[in-house]
């Protein structure tokens, strides 16, 4: 069984779930059984509408580019929902061994109670009772904190680089990076216009944009480059393709589309970037992985087809859109790595510890700077979200690096 179908079987179980837990609350509130029908069904009706709906309009083609009043009102609720309770579910199944073990306390005490013993334990038991309800119901204010407010709460991160073999015309030249845009109708075209005003009013020298431009429809390619192409820097803007640019089937027709608009995307190629006599080395790779990812065939070698394009005598810099390129980009000798791609875990708990974010299973880049022998590496946020609209602890993102020779 795939994961996807493990996936899709539990979410099938976990709305049975609900299901039982609504009409167990609809059980002790309406004593009238006529009334409590009725409530049922309404709400029954309401939630079959929603799957209609929303399976109805991911058949139809032409993802929308705008926040449509259909998707504020019937897929933004249904996304919450989807993923709110699939994970509330999750912690109820946690609280089931505990819930058991205080259920045979509870009934071993009233075994000694009706022996004459006084021991009772109701504050315990309540105590127990909220804590289970809190925790179950935390997923839907996570959830919808992170659908209103988590996914919109863009931060500019000012990241300091020092290079030692920086030439002295590139001390202190500052590099705008904006990733993971994926327009769709939560990440609609003026809003990445409004991102991409925020990167010039922050006057970079160069800007990097480090793929997945769209989501699955191929149909959003010019909107996205048409949002993009306000974007300005004197050195020039430049960029490399996500894993689903690969998947949309958009790679040669969104970096063509790129071209016409001013922005040069880099594929398996680099481009000097000059001042004063003195250039480092900029370098660009499409989205590889050593495993099957998606529709995305795996390759033999991580940047295998890079030595030619490796200068060892600049400061080398490379747009990769995911950062499991880092390491063999490292030995390579690429100073710095520029990456994207996992969303900052998208849902991390960062709250709890920044460890909890479920990027870390395929990576243990998930964001932030790193650093090895031979190179360094940034793994931005990203501005956009995939599947549910929703970010918590894991904040959208343009970061601007300054670099310095140290
Ligand atoms: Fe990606």
Not at 108 to 121: D, F, K, M, P, W
Not at 272 to 279: D, H, L, V
Request: net charge positive; aromatic share 12%; glycine share 10%.
């Amino acid at each position: 069984m795939s994961i996807f179908s493990a996936v899709l079987l539990f979410f099938g179980a976990s709305q049975l779930y609900w299901a039982w837990r609504g009409y167990s609350l609809a059980a002790a509130r309406i004593r009238s059984r006529a009334r409590r029908w009725a409530v049922c069904g309404a709400v029954l009706a309401a939630y079959l509408m929603e799957y209609q709906y929303n399976l109805g309009a991911w058949r139809e083609p032409g993802t929308p580019v705008r926040l449509t009043f259909r998707d504020a009102l019937l897929a933004a609720p249904f996304l919450w929902w989807a993923a709110s309770s699939f994970i509330a579910c999750v912690v109820a199944i946690l609280f089931a061994p505990l819930r058991g073990m205080v259920g045979g306390v509870r009934w071993l005490l009233a075994r000694r109670r009706a022996a004459g013993t006084e021991i009772q334990s109701p504050a315990r038991r309540q105590f127990l009772e909220r804590t289970a309800a809190v925790a179950t119901g935390a997923p839907f204010v996570a959830g919808a904190y992170g659908l209103l407010y988590g996914r919109l709460n863009l931060q500019v991160t000012a990241q300091a680089i020092r290079l030692p073999r920086l030439p002295r015309a590139f001390e202190g030249f500052r590099i705008c990076q904006l990733s993971d845009i994926h327009i769709g109708p939560f990440m609609p075209a003026d809003e990445i216009r409004k991102y991409a005003a925020i990167a010039n009013a922050h006057k970079p020298d160069l800007v990097a944009l480090t793929g997945d431009f769209v989501t699955f429809d191929p149909y959003t390619q010019h909107a996205v480059v048409d949002a993009l192409r306000g974007l300005r820097a004197p050195f020039g803007v430049y960029g490399s393709l996500g894993n689903h640019d690969a998947w949309a089937g958009v790679e040669d027709s969104i970096a063509g589309l790129f071209r016409l608009a001013g922005v040069r995307i880099l594929r398996a190629a680099n481009v000097p970037i000059a001042a004063n006599g003195e250039s480092f080395n900029l370098i660009g790779v499409d989205f590889q992985s050593l495993r099957r990812f998606g529709p995305s065939p795996p390759v033999q070698r991580l940047l295998g087809n890079m030595e030619g394009i490796v200068d060892q005598d600049r400061v080398n810099i490379l747009l990769s859109h995911n950062p499991e390129t880092f390491d063999r980009a490292a030995e390579l000798g690429i100073d710095l790595s520029l990456a994207g791609h996992t969303h900052g875990g998208q849902a991390a708990l960062e709250f709890i510890s920044p460890e909890i974010a479920p990027s870390r299973l395929v990576t243990p880049y998930v964001a932030g700077w790193f650093q090895k022998p031979g190179g360094q590496l940034y793994v931005n946020r990203g501005i956009g979200t995939i599947f549910i609209p929703i970010r918590i602890g894991a904040p959208p993102e343009i970061t601007i690096y300054t670099l310095s020779r140290g």
